[in-house]
C-alpha cells in the first residue's frame, strides 16, 4: 500500500554500516538521564547486533529509568560506576553526538581505544572537531530509534516483536506520541510495521504512560488552583512554592500538558522552588515563541518548544523576573509581527 | 517499505461501491450528537463523491462541534430542522447503523424512497431485519474514515490533503490518538499515507485537542481534590456535586484521562450531579473489567473500555448504589480468577 521509501545513507552512514558489520563486540553508550528514545534505541541496537551473532553490551551513565524496565526483555542495562570499560572494539554513542553529556563514562570512553559510531538524530553542537569515526546521523529524523530501524534494514536483519518494541518507545517518546511537530510520514510508516510486528500500542502506552503515583490527582489539583495568566491568555504559569513539593509530581509533564490544553495559551511556565531554594523552570511554547530563548536568558538551555532553567529564589522574586522577561519577549514577538497561530 | 494491503471487500462491500459508482446525489448523515469520526467520514466521503462529479450533502441530527471546524474546508455540514430531505438518490449512513440513533432524521430517511447505504465499523445490533441496500461495513476496522480511505482506494480516487485531514480526524478520534487497543497496523499505515499528503498532526493536535477553556486548570483542580481510591487502588472515583458543574468541564476527559493515568488504577468512576438532580456516570477501564457491564445495572451502556450511564438523586444515595456494585464486579471478577493486568 506504501509508497513510503528509507532514506539512503550518506556517505558517512556507509562508513557507520560497515564498521557494524566488521566489529564484532561493541558497547552501546548513551547520555546522562537516558530517556526512553535513548533506551530503545540501545535495546533495538543490542537486539539486532545480537541476531547477528555479534557482542553488544548497554552502559550508560545512569540506570535505566523503571518506566522502561520492558526494555530489558532486549537487552540488560548496565550503569557505569567507574573504572575500566569492558572490552569491546566498537563504541556506538546513541541520541548523542558529544561525550561531555556522558559524565564519567564520556572520560573513559574517550580514552579507549575503540573505534567510535555515533548514531543520532541531534544537530551536531559546532565546534568540536569530529572525534568519531563514523556516524549514522539524521537530524531530520524523529527518533534515534527510527534511525536503528534504518540500520537494521540497511544490515537485512528482521526486526522482531522485541526490537520492535524497543524502536516503538524511542518513536513514541520523541514525538510526543505522534503529536510533535517532527512526527512524518516515515515514522507513521515505521510504526505500522512495527505494529504489524506485534507491538500493541495501547499496552506500551499503559506501561509508560499511566503508571503515576495514587497521589498525583490531589498534588496535581492543588497546583491547578495556582494556574495564572498573563498577556491576555496567551501566557499560563504555574509556581509552586517549597511546601507544595510532592513525590507523586515527579516530572512536570501532567500540569505543562494540562494548561497547554487551554485554547488560547501560547506559553506554559512551570516555577518550582527546591528544598534548596532554587527555583526550577519548566517551559512550553505551543506557538513560534521560542522558550528556548526564554530559558537562555536565565542560563538555562532545551528547544524551541521545550526548555528549562535554574532561577535563583526566592520564589517571589524569581516569578518577577519571570515574567518581565516572558513579557518582554511577547511584546518584541507581537511588535516583530509573528504570528504563531496562523502559521 | 509496506506490506501491509488493504482488505478486500465482501460481497456486501462490492455491492456498495457499485452504488457509490451509480448514484449521482447522495445525502450523507450520521449519528446524534456526531464524533470526529462520523464527521471526518462525513468530510471525507463528500470530498471523494465531489471528486466524481456527484453531488454530495451533509446532512446530520446535530450541528458541527465547533471543535472540527476545520472538516468545513471539505464539506458543509447541515443539522435537521425537519421538514422534506433534500432531493437525493442514494442516502449514505456513516458511523450508524441503526436509523434510531439519528433522531428525527431518522425517520424522514425511513420514510424516504432513496437507496439506503451503511458505511459503519459497529457491530449490527441483532434483531433488525437489514434495512439497506447495501453495506461497507467491518467491525474489526479501527475508524469508519479508515472505510472511507478504503472506498476511496476502491473508487480509485486520490486522497488530497483536505480529505486526508479528514480521515485521520476519523482515525485520532477513535483510536483515542493512535493509544487505544483498536490501533492496528493497517490503522497506522493509513495515517502514514495520510501525513504523507500533506496532514500535520500536530496542528491537527492543537486544532482538536487544546482548545479547553481557560477556566479547566482550576475547575479540574477542585474536582482532582476530591478522588478516592477503593479496593486496594483499584477503583478511581471522583464525584461532582451540582454546585461544582462550571463550563470548563465541557466533558469528562481530563479527569478521566488523568485517573487512569494513575498506576494501579484499572477503573476510573467520573459521577457528576446535574441541574435536575439525576447522576450522570462516566466509566473507563484499563484493565479487562467490564464498565459496559457495570453501566447496564443502571440501564446504560458503551464499550467495554468505556461506559456511561444515567442514576437517580440524590448524589450521595447514587455513589453508594454506584460503589457497591463496582466492588460486586471486582470482586466477582477476582474470584473467577481474571486478572487484566497479566494478560
Known amino acids: 500500500m506504501s509508497s513510503l521509501r ?37 535495546a533495538a541496537l543490542a537486539r539486532v547486533l545480537g541476531a547477528l551473532g555479534k557482542r553488544a553490551r548497554i552502559l550508560n551513565p545512569d540506570p535505566l529509568d523503571p518506566r522502561f524496565d520492558f526494555l530489558e526483555e532486549a537487552a540488560t542495562f548496565h550503569a ?15 541520541d548523542i553526538n558529544t561525550l561531555t553529556r556522558c559524565g564519567e563514562l564520556g572520560l573513559a570512553l574517550a580514552a579507549a581505544p575503540s573505534k567510535k559510531l555515533v548514531v543520532d538524530h541531534h544537530v551536531a553542537s559546532g565546534g568540536d572537531e569530529p572525534w568519531w569515526d563514523a556516524a549514522f546521523v539524521d537530524a531530520e529524523a524523529s527518533a534515534t530509534g527510527l534511525l536503528v530501524w534504518r540500520i537494521a534494514r540497511a544490515l537485512e536483519v528482521e ?24 512526527t512524518d510520514a516515515e515514522t507513521m510508516a515505521v510504526a505500522a510495521e512495527l505494529v504489524a510486528r506485534g507491538v500493541e500500542p495501547n499496552r506500551l502506552f499503559a506501561r509508560i504512560f499511566q503508571r503515576e503515583h495514587p497521589g498525583l490527582p490531589r498534588a ?19 509556581d509552586q512554592p517549597k511546601h507544595l513539593a510532592d513525590e507523586a509530581l515527579v516530572d512536570g509533564d501532567p500540569v505543562l500538558d494540562l494548561l497547554r490544553s487551554v485554547g488560547p495559551v501560547e506559553v506554559v511556565l512551570y516555577l ?33 518548544k521545550a526548555a528549562g532553567a535554574t532561577l535563583e529564589g526566592p520564589l517571589e522574586r524569581a516569578r518577577e523576573r519571570l515574567i518581565a522577561a516572558a513579557l518582554e519577549d511577547l511584546g518584541a514577538r507581537a511588535s516583530a509581527g509573528a504570528d504563531g497561530d496562523r502559521r
Do not use: M
Not at 557505569?80 to 546513541?94: I, K, N
Not at 496535581?220 to 504555574?238: F, I, N, P, Q
Not at 512550553?284 to 536565565?298: C, E, G, H, P, T
Open 6 to 42: 528509507t532514506p539512503a545513507p550518506d556517505p558517512e552512514g556507509v562508513r557507520a554500516l560497515a564498521l557494524l558489520r566488521s566489529g564484532r563486540s561493541f558497547l552501546l553508550a548513551g547520555h546522562v538521564r537516558p530517556d526512553g528514545d535513548c533506551l530503545g534505541a540501545e
Open 80 to 94: 557505569y560506576e567507574g573504572g575500566p570499560l569492558p572490552e569491546h572494539d566498537v563504541a556506538v554513542l546513541l
Open 159 to 182: 526486526v522482531d516483536r522485541t526490537a520492535a518494541t524497543a524502536i516503538f518507545t524511542s518513536i513514541v517518546t520523541d514525538t510526543g506520541w505522534f503529536r510533535h511537530s517532527n
Open 220 to 238: 496535581l489539583g492543588k497546583l491547578l488552583a495556582r494556574t495564572e495568566y498573563l498577556a491576555g491568555g496567551r501566557l499560563a504559569l504555574v
Open 272 to 304: 518550582r522552588e527546591t528544598e534548596a531554594g532554587d527555583c526550577r523552570l519548566s517551559a512550553r511554547s505551543k506557538s513560534d515563541f521560542d522558550v528556548q530563548a526564554l530559558a537562555r536568558r536565565f542560563g538555562g538551555g532545551g528547544h524551541k
